[in-house]
């Protein structure tokens, strides 16, 4: 079956401009998950939904950074007016309800110039 | 402050040969242990996990060692393949969400 879907998988932004970048993740799969991986380091955990309720965004860096899934299925994280610190791998991740055994997708390369 | 440390950011291995990959936590009221593997451009894939009832989980060549005093979780992988050369992270489940570890990039020279 079809796994974690991202997309694009790679943007380039001038500072400044808005981004949205979308996942799709594992049909059924109830929780989804966003994280951002500054390279050279592990995956950071920035937001976290069940079905469409946005149950934790602890780790959503500034108010710039907006995460949404309306219908329960896919997602959009939105950051507004980019920053250069914004420049980041941004990992999507699916599972079952109460499930660590997340599975990835492949990733957005977010570059801000 | 780190949660999660993997003090190796890098290891090589000849084929055939034992891998052990190290990692370290601080909060002992974590319960549950994963290890992903990350080829370049791909998301991170879940290996093996284990949870704190437990001091070992075996799958195949990989087995994952917790020592729950020590707070230090290991993979070790036996025997090291080519295909195993990628970035490793350890990861610990916490309310939900997974904190990671730097990760540690595995070599398995041939």
């Known amino acids: 079956g079809a796994g974690v879907s991202q997309s694009p998988r790679y943007k380039v932004a001038k500072r400044g401009q808005d981004v949205a970048l979308r996942c799709d993740p594992i049909?059924?799969?109830?929780?989804l998950f966003w994280y951002q991986q500054a390279l050279g380091q592990g995956p950071e955990f920035l937001t976290y939904?069940?079905?469409?309720?946005?149950?934790?965004k602890s780790g959503l860096p500034s108010d710039r950074f907006f995460a949404e899934r309306p219908e329960g299925s896919v997602s959009t994280l939105k950051i507004q007016r980019t920053q250069q610190e914004d420049s980041a791998v941004y990992l999507c991740a699916s599972s079952l309800v109460d499930d660590y055994e997340q599975y990835f997708g492949p990733g957005t390369r977010l570059t801000v110039t | 402050d780190q949660q999660v440390k993997q003090n190796s950011p890098s290891l090589s291995v000849q084929e055939g040969r034992i891998s052990i990959l190290n990692c370290d936590y601080t909060n002992s009221m974590f319960d549950y242990f994963l290890w992903y593997k990350k080829y370049p451009a791909e998301g991170p894939t879940f290996l093996i996990s284990i949870s704190s009832i437990k001091d070992k989980n075996e799958d195949g060549r990989f087995t994952v060692f917790l020592n729950k005093s020590a707070k230090h979780l290991s993979l070790h992988i036996v025997p090291s393949q080519p295909g195993d050369s990628a970035v490793y992270f350890c990861a610990v489940g916490n309310t939900g969400k997974l904190i990671f570890g730097q990760g540690t990039t595995l070599q398995v020279k041939p």
């Open positions: 939904f069940q079905n469409e309720a946005q149950l934790d």
């Open positions: 049909s059924g799969h109830v929780s």
